[in-house]
């Protein structure tokens, strides 16, 4: 079985990656905006 410390860190992980890509999204929306 896993230990709760390594489930809650791949947790964390998952979230900042969810971040990251909500970033990367907006910064490619407003290089669309920009191009026009």
Do not use: K
Not at 16 to 36: G, N, V, Y
């Amino acid at each position: 079985d896993s230990s709760p410390e390594i489930s809650h860190s791949v947790e964390e992980a998952e979230m900042i990656s969810d971040s990251i890509q909500h970033d990367l999204c907006d910064l490619q929306i407003e290089s669309l905006m920009l191009d026009r």
